[in-house]
């Protein structure tokens, strides 16, 4: 076993609203369970946006920066413990999600061996680290909020019950909404109905989207109810909306859930987009969103992944086993990458905040070498 550094270079938030710093924080040894991972790829994501310009889910500053992926290798195994197999050396993909030592965006995270997944040979570290978030996001909110199922192993001629019933996922080009589409087709959901801006419609049917909808067409919602017409009542009993934005999708779905629809809107409800002008206005309960403007017995839930952990199904598998799987066997593809530059760790993450911020991330994931080497 390699000696650890006592401290380390990590991405912090001073403030609200504030640049990036960067400030030394201890690395933490592994306890009984536990492995150390250098991290070498961090993938970021809208919570880092939700988190620097609206200090969602932060209690204090200096904020460590990252609750998303990273990727990397195993450096420290702990004593005993559950290590799911891990040894050092091994390449890994990670979504950690506590803070403090498990930030992402640091040289060296300390995590339980169950929220790691070992990359399988052939996938660069750079492609794994779009995965875990995102891919987990989909096994939470889809069978924790929408209620269908995902039974892992996929017993032999397993068909869901709801196998022909429509399934709508709209932004359904974001990173979510990409590894939606081929869980549920891989599940054997046969009827997904995806919204996202044209360009992207190829591909989502390439991924077995049964028809795709453009947002940006100011009768989108026609367009789809126009389809759906001769479908019975709730015409969508399924929705997953996978940005979940007042004026942009949650008026639009208002209009499509009907009594008995179940929709799982991705927190948080972003109310005002941040901008570099003004900050944004989040809303964490999904209830006070569009009062009155639901449908009498539409279920509107929403979708905190940081509680998968309490099936404990999940926690021992999903990351450990079902996902290696899944990639390893091509069912999952990773997101495309768009590398983010600069001369630091700190500017290279403050740049992904500035393209996050602009909205220039359209059907790929943004992602940056923490280590300088
Ligand atoms: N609460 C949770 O558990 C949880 C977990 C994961 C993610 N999230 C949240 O879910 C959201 C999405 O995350 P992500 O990483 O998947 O985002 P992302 O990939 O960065 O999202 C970018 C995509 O959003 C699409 N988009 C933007 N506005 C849209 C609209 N009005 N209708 C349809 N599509 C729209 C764009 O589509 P086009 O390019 O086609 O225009 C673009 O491809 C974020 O706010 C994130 O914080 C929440």
Redesign the pocket.
């Given at each position: 076993m390699s000696t650890l550094p006592s401290t380390q270079k990590a991405v912090a938030l001073p403030a609200k609203r504030s640049p990036l710093i960067e400030i030394s924080t201890p690395v933490h040894p592994p306890a009984a369970g536990e492995v150390v991972v250098r991290v070498q790829w961090v993938a970021s994501?809208?919570?880092d946006l939700?988190r620097a310009d609206g200090g969602l889910l932060i209690s204090s500053y200096p904020a460590p920066q990252g609750g998303g992926g990273a990727a990397g290798t195993v450096v420290a195994v702990g004593s005993g413990g559950d290590l799911k197999g891990l040894q050092v050396g091994d390449h890994v993909s990670v979504f950690a999600f506590h803070g403090g030592k498990e930030a992402n965006q640091q040289q060296y995270i300390t995590i339980p061996a169950y929220l790691a997944s070992k990359v399988p040979e052939g996938i660069p570290l750079q492609a794994a680290v779009t995965v875990p978030?995102?891919l987990v996001?989909v096994f939470h909110s889809v069978t924790a909020d929408l209620e269908l199922e995902l039974p892992w192993p996929i017993p032999k001629n397993w068909k869901p019950k709801a196998v022909n019933e429509p399934i709508l996922i709209?932004?359904a080009?974001?990173?979510?909404?990409i590894f939606a589409i081929q869980v549920l087709r891989h599940w054997g959901y046969a009827n997904v109905l995806t919204?996202?801006?044209s360009?992207?419609h190829e591909y989502l049917k390439s991924l077995g989207a049964t028809v795709c909808f453009d947002?940006r067409k100011f009768d989108v919602v026609d367009n789809i109810l126009d389809y759906l017409k001769d479908a019975e009542e709730p015409k969508v009993p399924y929705i997953l909306d996978?940005?979940?934005?007042l004026k942009?999708?949650l008026e639009p779905l208002a209009k499509i859930a009907q009594r008995g629809s179940r929709v799982a809107v991705?927190?948080p409800v972003?109310v005002k987009d941040a901008s570099e002008e003004e900050e944004p206005v989040y809303e964490m309960d999904v209830s006070k969103c569009l009062p009155g403007k639901w449908a009498d017995g539409a279920i509107v839930r929403g979708?905190?992944?940081?509680f998968y952990l309490q099936n404990e199904f999940f926690k021992e598998k999903l990351q450990p086993e079902i996902l290696p799987s899944l990639l390893a066997q091509g069912i999952i593809k990773p997101n495309n990458q768009r590398v983010v530059e600069g001369a630091t760790m700190v500017e290279r993450a403050q740049n992904a905040l500035t393209l996050l911020r602009s909205k220039a991330?359209?059907?790929e994931?943004l992602v940056y070498r923490v280590s300088e080497a």
């Open positions: 994501s809208p919570l939700h978030v995102n996001t709209w932004g080009s974001s990173s979510v909404g919204v996202s801006s360009q992207h947002y996978c940005i979940g934005s942009g999708t991705m927190l972003i979708v905190r992944t940081h991330v359209s059907g994931k």
